[in-house]
């Protein structure tokens, strides 16, 4: 499922999230890819996300330095990164885009090759 307009929180979707500093002294807006499925959040409070970065200059494995970054919403150059976390849905804010079904491939791929989930 690509991203949707519907304004639930779907597969594909790029949201702002504001994440809380662990010394709990502020937080910090960030954007990240949603890969969860509908399904899961709605029958969780959590959605599974992989954080972004503009920061295209180091690319780790597990990351994908994105093609179409301005489809997405974003406002710079940006790599997805094999970075997961699971989150709860209340810290997302609202969103930005949704990633290209061209990008979400080499995402995946990335994906399964750092979860160890090849075929």
């Known amino acids: ?11 594909q979707d790029i949201v702002l999230v504001d994440f ?18 509908a399904e899961y959040h709605h029958g969780r409070q959590e959605a599974v996300v992989v954080a972004i970065t503009s920061n295209t200059r ?3 494995p597990g990351d994908h330095l994105m093609d179409d970054w301005e489809h997405a919403g974003l406002p710079l150059p ?9 989150i709860k849905q209340g810290m997302i804010g609202r969103k930005l885009g949704f990633v290209s079904e061209k990008d979400m ?15």
């Open 58 to 60: 180091r690319i780790l």
């Open 105 to 119: 491939i080499g995402i995946e791929v990335n994906l399964k090759t750092i979860l160890g989930l090849l075929d």
């Open 1 to 11: 499922m690509t991203g949707s307009n519907e304004g639930g929180l779907s597969r």
């Open 20 to 37: 809380i500093f662990s010394e709990d002294t502020g937080s910090k807006r960030r954007p990240v890819l949603v890969l969860s499925s």
């Open 78 to 86: 940006s790599v997805v990164t094999g970075i997961i976390r699971t």
